[in-house]
């Protein structure tokens, strides 16, 4: 049974440049989560979707957004990329939108 | 707004002590409490969860206890072994069912 998959493993990009992430949820998961974790801190919520809309959203502007397909795979949009947008962002995948497992991330540094 | 705080940030044992890591939550409508271990180049792995009708849960050499009057719960890890060692994150869900993180306990095993 494959975990949350998440795609690619590492990203560079320019200010300003638009990044799309990828995540495919653990089977027979519906609910896919998205955070941001900075350097030496615990994930921030970025948002959630479910039945492929947006169900819940953390303190995060409007250039990063979120897309769910039918399959619960997800993808998340960041535009106009700052500094400060380095990170690794990470996926999480549940049944309910609470027991969450995570991928393994995608290190995005923007320079 | 809500907040998780982690204590200690880090975190030195000898193998086969025991670890303890407190957290304490501001949000009263909280119910959910995960635990998540993260090792290096890898995703939050959830070791453990309690909810908000359980004061205490263990499994094998964890354990988390839950004191909701006083809005704190803790990590004990017993006999800890080197692969213990990773960075600890705990987390608290708030009245929108978002899941809050703490700021990460960076748990160090002695030979």
């Known amino acids: 049974d494959a975990g949350v998959t998440q795609s690619p493993t590492h990203l560079i990009k320019t200010r300003g440049q638009q990044v799309t992430l990828r995540c495919s949820p653990k089977?027979?998961?519906?609910?896919v989560s998205w955070y941001q974790q900075a350097l030496g801190q615990g994930p921030q919520f970025i948002f959630q979707?479910?039945?492929?809309?947006?169900?819940q959203r953390g303190n995060f502007p409007d250039r990063f957004s979120g897309h769910q397909f039918p399959n619960y795979s997800s993808e998340l949009n960041v535009n106009a990329l700052l500094l400060g947008d380095s990170a690794l962002y990470l996926c999480?995948?549940?049944?309910?939108?609470?027991?969450?497992?995570f991928g393994p991330g995608t290190r995005l540094t923007v320079t | 707004g809500e907040n998780v705080e982690q204590h200690p940030s880090t975190l030195s044992v000898q193998e086969g002590d025991s670890a303890v890591i407190k957290c304490t939550y501001s949000?009263?409508?909280?119910?959910?409490f995960p635990w998540y271990k993260q090792e290096l180049g890898k995703g939050p792995q959830l070791i453990i969860d309690?909810?908000?009708?359980?004061g205490e849960k263990k499994d094998q050499r964890i354990a988390v206890t839950l004191n909701k009057t006083a809005k704190h719960f803790s990590l004990h890890i017993t006999e800890t072994q080197p692969e213990d060692s990773a960075v600890y994150f705990c987390?608290?869900?708030?009245?929108?069912?978002?899941?809050?993180f703490g700021k990460g306990t960076r748990l160090h095993i002695l030979p």
């Open positions: 979707y479910y039945e492929e809309e947006e169900r």
């Open positions: 949000d009263s409508a909280s119910n959910y």
């Open positions: 987390a608290a869900s708030n009245r929108d069912d978002k899941i809050i």
């Open positions: 999480a995948s549940s049944r309910d939108g609470w027991e969450q497992y």
């Open positions: 309690i909810r908000s009708n359980v």
């Open positions: 089977s027979g998961h519906d609910t």
